[in-house]
């Protein structure tokens, strides 16, 4: 981690949480003639890059968007090839991420994943959970209707149970019920592959997030890429609804939850 995070206007110039929807695995291996599944296969170097890219700077918390709630609808063999993977990236990649200080945590519908990815995700979280250097959070059958759902499900059942009155229900307890509780706000959203959209990422998380679109595929998306992306971050000024004044002369900072 970095020694003293460079800030201006008292924000922090490096981003302490981004979160990345890896895009363009598909159109990369069409444009080789290749099975979309090797794009797949070439969009884990990448992911290798970044994370040891991110820790370097100084990043405190990296979100992987891997599989959405909206892949199941993709043909059920490239389904099966990403679970596969999934599940041979995992138990190959885990042992060295945890000798580079990596935790890992995963968010999603997990149940629907089936038991030999459960058991590798268990093991990974449990081998690296005392891990400081950053935390590395895999969203797999993540979607963000879903998170904010289950959070609405969960406060209702309080209500209901008695624990939690109605009218105590703010953004704090809403925040609390989601998949993300004990994340921090989404600083820097990068989006690979050329779309300029979130696909049902995470949504209560980027309220304030800069974005950065990138029209590279995800598998050619390199170090350089990723400087891109902190260079356009470092130049915003974040106000979070203050005026350019307040933010300079001080006090906007963390303003945000
Ligand atoms: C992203 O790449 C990876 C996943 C969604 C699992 P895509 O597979 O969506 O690649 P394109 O968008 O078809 O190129
Ligand atoms: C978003 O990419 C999901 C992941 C990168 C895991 P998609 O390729 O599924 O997004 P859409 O369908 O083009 O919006
Ligand atoms: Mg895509």
Known sequence: MAAVAPT????????????????????????????RQAGHKAGIAPVRLMVEQCAQAGV?????????????????????ALMRLFVEALKREVAELHENGIRLRFIGDLDALGPELNTAIGHAEA???????????????????????GAARRLAEEVEAGSLESADIDESRFADMLATRDLR??????????????????????????????????????AGDLEAAFAYFAQRQRRFGRTSDQVVGGGAAEEQQ
């Open 8 to 35: 201006r206007d008292g924000v922090a110039l490096v981003p302490r949480h981004v979160a990345v929807i890896m895009d363009g695995n598909g159109r990369w291996a069409r444009a080789r003639a290749l099975p």
């Open 60 to 80: 405190e918390t990296l979100t992987l968007f891997a599989f959405s709630s909206e892949n199941w609808r993709r043909p059920p063999a490239e389904i099966g």
């Open 127 to 149: 081998l690296t959970r005392d891990n400081r250097r950053m935390d590395l959070v895999l969203a797999v059958a993540y979607g963000g209707h879903w998170d904010l759902a």
């Open 185 to 222: 706000p989404v600083d820097l959203l990068i989006r690979s592959g050329g779309e300029r959209r979130i696909s049902n990422f995470l949504l209560w998380d980027i309220a304030y997030s800069e974005l950065y679109f990138s029209d590279v595929l995800w598998p050619d998306f390199s």
